[in-house]
């Protein structure tokens, strides 16, 4: 099973920028999709950025033009490059990794702990 640790979470002041970094271990044949994910209080999870196997992207509208997410595969790493911070940003950010356990395994699934970012006005 890959075992996902965020990190890179903060506060931060609005306009300001964070990277969070979501590595992964254990023991697996390959990763293919990784997504960022987020939740604000009282509101449901939502993708904010994904990247394949192959490094295409894709953003959440909100997030478009701020957020970059890139991986580094010999690091076993994907991370989310946030610029020009707002308040409702503010959000524990979860990252959630597709992977195969060996070549002939189905995908599977797995979430990290999640990193806390707080922006203040």
């Known amino acids: 099973q890959v075992q996902l640790v965020e990190s890179g979470g903060n506060l931060v002041q609005a306009g300001g920028s964070l990277r969070l970094s979501c590595a992964a271990s254990g023991r697996f044949f390959s990763i293919n999709n990784v997504g960022w994910y987020r939740q604000a209080p009282g509101k449901q999870r939502e993708l904010a950025a994904v990247i394949t196997s192959g490094g295409s992207t894709n953003y959440a509208d909100s997030v478009k033009g701020r957020f970059t997410i890139s991986r580094d595969n010999a690091k076993n790493t994907v991370y989310l490059q946030m610029n020009s911070l707002k308040p409702e940003d503010t959000a524990v950010y979860y990252c959630?990794?597709?992977?195969?356990?060996?070549?002939?395994?189905?995908?599977?699934?797995?979430w990290g702990q999640g990193t806390q970012v707080t922006v203040s006005s």
């Open positions: 959630l990794a597709e992977y195969k356990r060996t070549i002939v395994t189905p995908m599977a699934r797995s």
